[in-house]
């Protein structure tokens, strides 16, 4: 099992930039698939992007390609996810999740077990 905490949320102007850790607890993180996804107030939650367990592919929403780049430090055991170009609707609760890597990397919700408590991203206008 692999325990989560997020941090870097805050509040940042539109265009802004901002970027999220995500740390794990225990030796086993690179066995995992890791994936960062938001939740906007009314909304369900969605995916943002992810990361296979040694960093070398990747794959992202469309709506935050080109602007948001997720990365990992296994030796550091977190994940990473810098946020550019930041617009009013990338506000949301970010969430990083964890799953066992077998099965290659993961968009879905559902495929993830492991979560965070989510951090707090507000971008103004």
């Known amino acids: 099992q692999v325990q989560l905490v997020e941090s870097g949320g805050g509040l940042v102007q539109a265009g802004g930039s901002l970027r999220l850790s995500c740390a794990a607890s225990?030796?086993?993180?690179?066995?995992?698939?890791m994936g960062w996804f938001r939740q906007a107030p009314g909304n369900e939650r969605e995916f943002v992007a992810t990361i296979n367990y040694n960093g070398d592919i990747r794959d992202y929403a469309d709506s935050v390609k080109g602007r948001f780049t997720i990365s990992r430090d296994n030796a550091k055991n977190t994940v990473y996810l810098l946020m550019n170009s930041l617009k009013p609707e990338d506000t949301a609760v970010y969430f990083c999740a964890a799953a066992v890597r077998f099965g290659g990397l993961k968009i879905r919700s559902e495929e993830y077990p492991y979560w965070g408590q989510g951090t707090l991203v507000t971008v103004s206008s």
């Open positions: 225990g030796n086993t993180f690179s066995w995992y698939t």
